[in-house]
């Protein structure tokens, strides 16, 4: 085979005795090139949620609409702002229209998050306008909102209303009620669905999920990385094969838990998280594990190695084998209880709810397995499994 040189590369010769095509106008390159700009938009921005985009949009909106009140020949506009006029328009126009937190003195003022979240959006909006990187002061260039400017706005704010009374609230908790109705309406919802089928696998991991983290009082991260051996019955049996087979648990029995390293505990010592089979057959988990492991069996796509799954990113029917992030499980709780925001059970709720008032055996984390025992849910146990 002849070796091409650089310039038979660079301008190749006719083929077919046809010529080779001439360059582009310049009207239909700058069309072309509109063309190709508008399908990098199109795609980037699937890469935040509908809601964040549109409050994006929003808060450009009310700066643009806010610079064009100012006397033309300053040349005001979202082009042109520097971090001053960012900050000016947060402290002069949008924090006054945005308060919706109660002070001690009766006033009302944005949160110090709500700002931060402001700040953020116009940094994004700014980004998309093309005035990306640190802010250059020498050159005014760069994002105005990634300035020490913005920076000490920001914090200072925070720092002003805590001065004010103002007291950070935690986020309401799922209470073990609202997730059992929750996740009945799930079981029901998920009944009626094709056997097998994604929605219904999507729906099953959602309600193993809540469950577990009710039952555990694991963080999210911790319950998105296990994996199937990282599950067992107090015996020692992975819990997956185990109700896949014959084996089944009844109220009050224990299953355990082993997460892969807690926030604050290095992995070789963290130990097993002993929990409770629930009378309540919507927040036992190991029937909605049951019924993830059959469906996503029917579907094809059986449990392997990660309990938990995302779909993958480029197709959208296929589970990935890794671990769901913590961002998915808070949706999944949002979902649960119709908050957007929510707290999951700490030690000691989870604590109460394993007393004897809830658990036939007493509380006692580590009873024996019964390998005669049934899982119990009565008529609950059709609706929650579907099969």
């Not at 064009?68 to 520097?82: C, D, R, V």
């Not at 980004?127 to 400017?149: E, I, K, V």
Request: charged content about 15%; overall charge positive.
């Amino acid at each position: 085979m002849q070796a091409c040189t650089m310039q038979q590369l660079l301008c190749p010769a006719a083929k077919d005795g046809k010529s080779a095509e001439p360059p582009l106008s310049e009207e239909a390159a700058q069309q072309l090139s509109n063309q190709r700009l508008a399908a990098v938009a199109d795609i980037c921005v699937h890469s935040v949620q509908p809601g964040t985009q549109q409050r994006r949009q929003d808060i450009m909106t009310e700066l643009n609409d806010d610079m064009k009140m100012l006397p033309p020949q300053w040349g005001k506009s979202p082009m042109t702002a520097t971090p001053e006029d960012v900050a000016s328009f947060l402290a002069g126009s949008w924090l006054p229209r945005h308060g919706g937190t109660l002070l001690p003195d009766g006033s009302t003022q944005a949160a110090p998050q709500s700002v931060a979240n402001a700040a953020s959006n116009l940094a994004a909006g700014f980004d998309s306008l093309g005035r990306s990187g640190m802010w250059q002061p020498a050159t005014q260039q760069g994002n105005p909102c990634r300035s020490s400017l913005m920076h000490t706005f920001v914090q200072g704010y925070g720092k002003k209303l805590f001065v004010q009374g103002y007291a950070e609230k935690a986020a309401p908790p799922l209470t073990r009620q609202s997730a059992a109705q929750a996740l009945q309406k799930l079981a029901t919802s998920a009944a009626s669905m094709p056997l097998g089928s994604l929605p219904q696998c999507m729906a099953f991991r959602q309600g193993g999920e809540v469950s577990l983290l009710m039952a555990s009082a694991l963080r999210g991260a911790d319950v998105g990385k296990l994996q199937i051996q990282d599950v067992r019955t107090a015996g020692g049996q992975p819990l997956v094969p185990f109700l896949e087979g014959v084996g089944k648990l009844q109220t009050g029995d224990t299953f355990l838990v082993q997460p892969y390293g807690l926030k604050n505990r290095q992995e070789a010592n963290a130990g097993s998280v002993p929990c409770i089979v629930p009378a309540e057959a919507a927040l036992n988990f190991c029937l909605w594990l049951l019924c993830l492991a059959k469906s996503s069996r029917r579907l094809g796509q059986p449990l392997q190695q990660h309990i938990f799954r995302p779909l993958e990113s480029t197709h959208g029917h296929v589970f990935a084998e890794k671990p769901l992030s913590s961002n998915c499980l808070a949706r999944s709780a949002a979902g649960a209880d119709g908050r957007r925001r929510h707290g999951w059970p700490h030690h000691a709720q989870h604590t109460a709810w394993c007393s004897a008032a809830c658990c036939p055996r007493g509380g006692q984390h580590g009873a024996a397995v019964g390998q005669g025992a049934h899982l119990v849910g009565g008529g609950h146990e059709a609706q929650v499994s579907g099969f």
